[in-house]
C-alpha cells in the first residue's frame, strides 16, 4: 500500500499563542472595533491590527516599524490574529492606517476602555488609580517667581 505523501506545515506561535488567548479571554478585538468602527472593505479591523501590535511588542523583538510585517514571517497568523489573516496584511501601510484611527478616536479614552475591561474580566481589586501626571500644567504665579519679583523690586530701588 503505497499512500501519497502527506503535506504537513508548520507554522510557529512560540509564546504568542498564550498572549494570543488571553487578549480573545477579556475581548479585546471585539472592544477595539466597537470602540473604533468597522469599514466595510477593510481586511484587517481596528482590533486585529492592535492585537497584532500586540503580539509584535511581545515577541522579544526591537524592530522600526516599516518592518511590522517581517515579524510575523512563519507565524500561525490566522490561529495567533485571526482566521483568513495572512502575514502580507499585516503591513506598515495598514499599521499606519489603525494608528490614525485610534489617534482619531481618543487613545486615553481607548486605553482607559480595554483598562476598565481587563479589570473587570479578570477580577482584579482596585484600591486606588494612578494618574500619570508628565503632562499637567501649572498656571498662576508659584513661591519661586514671587521670591523673583521681590528680588527684582528691591533691586530697581536702588
Known sequence: MNQPPVEIKVLNID?????AGIIDEMELVELVN????????????PGQVMKAMILNGLGFLSAPLYLFEQFFVGKATEHLIGEGVLQ???NDDRLARALDKYYAAGTTQLFTTIAIKAAEKFQLKMNSIHLDG???YVHG?????????????RLSQK
Do not use: A, C, V
Open 88 to 90: 502580507s496584511h499585516l
Open 141 to 153: 504665579s508659584t513661591q519661586s517667581r514671587q521670591k523673583k519679583k521681590s528680588i527684582q523690586s
Open 34 to 45: 466597537k470602540h473604533i468602527g468597522i469599514k466595510g472593505k477593510e481586511i484587517l479591523t
Open 15 to 19: 509564546h504568542l499563542g498564550i498572549i
Open 134 to 136: 508628565t503632562s499637567m
